[in-house]
């Protein structure tokens, strides 16, 4: 087993492009755990005289004094620029950075009751990393937050799924005859129900005073309720042939109960596959989530989700004016990329061929 | 990616409409004995002109239409006995009838209708025309949305041929608004009194008739239908409209309305220079619009105000549903809503000029009121106004009894305040707007939750299960004049939001509004007429059964090689005038 590890290792680490794809989603998923202390405001902090504000520059260097200084921002105006609205620096009114500042208050880790903020600046200015929303909220505010919810339903999503996938592919599998016809037709039923329209269906049955937060478990658990036949009818074709293996035919002579072999001896030999196709699997639930905020059928504002953030950018009059509000279609790309990376990486080095 | 494919595949398609015949410009059908004269600077004939349309036509059935992407197709092919001049917003004689008459006691109108004109497919016009679209539009059971403002305390104009160019109208009572609505459509007899006699006169002239069996008296009329792909019209070789010179009007060829997904690609579409011009310029489009105008070769126009509103209201309903004896809004609720302080404080809470700052980008005004400043001999600007003011609206609420803990409003019997707003799913605008309110109102304490809707179980929400607590919407302005708002107005009216219908007024403010607007209608001296009705204005807004949000400042674009262009705030901004229209020499 030992060895078994290392040399996935070995392979593994070979592989430059999946351990990029690793560590981008490492720090994905760490700055969306901590997106309340890295984020500058809370996630619904208006301001609306700040719509669509640009990307505020931070300066390191004192042009009067001329020298290097603590990191600052200009203060801003709106201006009217060739018929467009631009916020233009004046470069009287210096905002200094602040670090480990209080703000809005936020749950770190989701319990713990904080308002330390990892930076920011005095109140009424505003700094804005990635732009601002029509709202005048800070993109990157609701990018960290909105990964907590994008990131996230692919991972929740995906259990379900597997889980759903292993019971009843395992046991169709195994057992085989009218079990494996029950369990394979009724896979089939819910494989043909077209998921999309499903999901609208139960949005408009789920009434408003609902909170978004289960709505967007709706969201997962229907996402995922669509989606797990798929794996359930892959792992039963694997179960089928692993049952026949010499190992399971001696599990059986010794008098093993069903279900123990099934967990111990067969389940265990999917695993590969299940960890392989888990992985490329997630990025269909993000953009599944994408699909529906777009739809407005999934996360409401005020949360954010970056589904959400993209529907602005549904209007292409957008796009030249404030192209920041595409920094959620980047970060999607950015993410199932790394996913489709990370995965290939680990069925490369998970591949028993290799060993050879 | 999608939306420049079709930018591709409309282009290539207008590309092919360039090979289209040149219309044939009929002169030797002679000009009416009574034409039309039209003052405008004399054009040159020919040309097509191609605009987008993020709708189409669902009928073409002049009296069945009730929404904008089919009216404002057939409005291109039709003509009343009057007309209103979109300009100078008066009743103008440029219509079917070329004069008309009314008695001493101002209730017999005598009109002389144009001799020696034809329908497009040469048919002629009179009286039985005019006497058939009465007898359809009074039938009760087709009962179109228009009938509503020819009806006066409940009765029906009396309309008599007198011969086959003279018809007399009669109203019940002096009717001040008269010449307006009868500027409706009339429909030719000959084509549908077929259909009207067998009972499917709904189906009468629908997207599936073929051009050739419809006939129409406007300046054009429909040559093709291609759904989702586009509505052609043609010019009418048989229009009673003439030039200074005695041309025959229009001098267009064609208008094409070219189907498009959405808004996005109207605006793509003009940007590109493949339509002729853009009735409506979202806020978000306008700098890139602006930008290129030049180069375009076109010119925006700019109307400050527009007529339609949109506003959030209160289900007042206090009644049980007979069928079900529930109350059709929770008493406890219902208690709230109905309470006129509670109304104006959340009126107060609203920031209107954030949403304009947000929401239309700066390109907005604040709107207080049911007629908007562009209907100008009407707008009371006296009328009382509910800026914002948190306190102003906190003031009020502990005024009626409202109790603010830990930042929750309560009611005097504990009860926390929350509610639903309704809105319709299909427009982003409207849900923005609700939830910068809902940002407002959390200030005071009070929940508002969001249920955005389709449109269709919406508009089933607001008039027939009343399953509602509150609805932001937006009501589109036709005409300027007092009786368009009517039927919102009058507590029997079928768009009075807040409780149509009824069959008493619920409140003395509600009979009182009843009283003047029925006055209003009768009374033909306008100073008094106006008088009547400012004070409808103060009665609405000091009871505030609709709150007001912002109104969108309107930009218009068209290239500046069409000659004639008059942008109006009424409806059809700029193809009102289309006869007149022509491309000038390049």
């Known amino acids: ?356 | 990616m999608k939306k420049y494919a079709i930018v591709i595949i409309i282009s290539i398609f207008l590309l092919s409409c360039d090979q289209k015949s040149k219309v044939k410009l009929t002169q030797d059908i002679p000009l009416p004995h009574d034409p039309a004269t039209s003052n405008c600077t004399v054009g040159k004939y020919g040309g097509t002109l191609v605009i987008a349309s993020a709708g189409e036509p669902k009928t073409f059935n002049p009296i069945m239409c009730n929404e904008s992407s089919s009216s404002d197709v057939i409005s291109r092919m039709c003509e009343g006995l009057t007309t209103i001049n979109n300009k100078t917003q008066k009743v103008t004689n440029q219509g079917l009838a070329k004069s008309w008459k009314v008695s001493k006691d101002g209730k017999c109108w005598t009109f002389n209708l144009r001799k020696g004109i034809y329908w497009s497919d040469g048919h002629p016009f009179t009286a039985d025309d005019v006497i058939f679209t009465f007898k359809v539009i009074y039938d009760p059971k087709i009962h179109p949305a228009t009938v509503d403002s020819l009806i006066v305390n409940g009765k029906k104009f009396k309309v008599e041929k007198i011969d086959n160019y003279t018809v007399k109208i009669t109203t019940p009572t002096i009717y001040a608004p008269f010449l307006r609505v009868i500027s409706l459509a009339i429909i030719p007899k000959h084509k549908f009194e077929k259909s009207y006699q067998e009972g499917n006169f709904e189906s009468a002239y629908s997207v599936n008739t073929k051009p050739e069996n419809m006939a129409w008296i406007g300046s054009f009329k429909l040559e093709k239908f291609l759904p989702a792909q586009k509505t052609v019209l043609v010019r009418n070789p048989y229009y009673f409209k003439i030039d200074k010179k005695r041309n025959r009007l229009p001098y267009l060829d064609r208008i094409v309305f070219v189907a498009v997904p959405d808004f996005n690609a109207v605006s793509m579409n003009f940007l590109a220079g493949e339509t002729d011009l853009i009735d409506s310029i979202r806020s978000e489009d306008y700098a890139p619009i602006k930008a290129a105008e030049k180069k375009g070769n076109y010119t925006i126009y700019k109307i400050n105000y527009g007529l339609g509103s949109s506003f959030l209201w209160f289900n007042l309903r206090t009644d049980k549903n007979p069928k079900t004896s529930k109350y059709y809004v929770n008493p406890i609720k219902s208690k709230w809503f109905t309470n006129v302080e509670f109304r104006q404080a959340l009126s107060h809470a609203i920031d209107q000029k954030s949403i304009i700052d947000t929401i239309f980008l700066g390109m907005g005004y604040q709107r207080w009121g049911i007629d908007s400043p562009a209907a100008k001999i009407w707008y009371n600007p006296d009328i009382k106004k509910y800026p914002f003011s948190l306190k102003k609206s906190e003031q009020l609420l502990t005024k009626a009894g409202f109790i603010k803990k830990d930042n929750i409003l309560y009611d005097s019997k504990g009860n926390r305040v929350e509610f639903t707003l309704f809105t319709n799913s299909e427009n982003d605008v409207r849900i923005k707007i609700a939830n910068l309110i809902k940002h407002d109102y959390q200030k005071l304490g009070v929940t508002m939750h969001i249920n955005p809707v389709d449109f269709n179980s919406l508009v089933s929400k607001i008039n027939d299960t009343f399953d509602y607590e509150a609805c932001l919407l937006g009501l589109g302005g036709g005409d300027i004049d007092p009786v368009s708002h009517m039927n919102v107005l009058k507590s029997s009216g079928f768009t009075h939001l807040w409780w149509p219908k009824q069959k008493k007024p619920a409140t003395l403010w509600e009979a009182e509004i009843d009283e003047l607007m029925d006055k209003q209608l009768t009374t033909l001296e306008f100073k008094k007429r106006r008088e009547i009705y400012n004070k409808v204005q103060e009665i609405i807004m000091n009871n505030c059964p609709m709150l007001y949000l912002p109104g969108r400042t309107l930009y218009l674009a068209a290239k500046n090689k069409i000659g004639n262009i008059k942008p109006t705030v009424l409806e059809h901004r700029l193809l009102w005038n289309q006869e007149e229209l022509y491309f000038r020499d390049q």
């Not at chain 1, 505010?141 to 996938?165: K, P």
């Not at chain 1, 059928?297 to 404030?322: C, D, H, K």
């Not at chain 1, 199932?336 to 990376?341: G, H």
Request: charged share 15%.
């Open chain 1, 1 to 356: 087993m030992d060895s078994r590890k290392k040399r996935f290792w070995k392979y593994f680490k070979k592989n430059k492009i999946a351990l990029i794809g690793g560590g981008i989603l490492v720090i994905l998923y760490l700055s969306s755990i901590f997106a309340g202390l890295i984020a500058p405001y809370g996630v619904n902090n208006l301001r609306t005289d700040l719509c669509f504000h640009s990307l505020s520059k931070i300066h390191f260097y004192d042009i009067e004094k001329k020298a290097i200084s603590f990191p600052f921002i200009y203060s801003t105006k709106l201006v009217t620029h060739k018929y467009q609205r631009k916020y233009q620096e004046d470069y009287k009114q210096k905002v200094y950075l602040k670090f480990f500042t209080k703000g809005d208050s936020y749950k770190l880790l989701g319990f713990v009751p904080c308002n330390i903020h990892l930076f920011g600046v005095e109140e009424p200015y505003r700094i804005y990393l990635l732009g601002a929303d029509r709202f005048g909220r800070d993109i990157f505010t609701r990018l960290l937050y909105g990964s907590q919810i994008s990131l996230s339903i692919g991972l929740v999503g995906i259990s379900i799924t597997v889980t759903l996938g292993m019971i009843f592919g395992g046991l169709a599998g195994y057992y085989g005859g009218l079990v494996d016809t029950l369990l394979m037709r009724f896979c089939e039923l819910l494989m043909s129900f077209p998921g999309l329209y499903l999901i609208m269906a139960l949005r408009a049955t789920v009434p408003p005073t609902v909170p978004s937060t289960y709505m967007y478990l709706l969201t997962v658990v229907v996402l995922a309720l669509v989606h797990w036949p798929g794996r359930a009818r892959v792992i039963r074709g694997q179960v089928l042939s692993l049952r026949e293996q010499e190992y399971v035919i001696a599990a059986k002579a010794c008098g093993m109960s069903d279900i123990r072999i099934i967990l111990r001896h067969i389940l265990p030999n999917t695993f590969s596959y299940i960890i392989v196709s888990a992985t490329l699997a997630i990025p269909g639930y993000i953009l599944g989530e994408t699909i529906l905020s777009y739809l407005n059928v999934g996360i409401q504002e005020p949360q954010s989700s970056w589904g959400l953030m993209l529907r602005e950018a549904q209007n292409i009059a957008f796009w030249n004016q404030y192209p920041w509000i595409l920094w959620p279609g980047f970060l999607i790309f950015i993410t199932v990329l790394a996913f489709n990376f990370f995965g290939d990486g680990l069925r490369d080095a998970l591949d028993p061929k290799r060993e050879k």
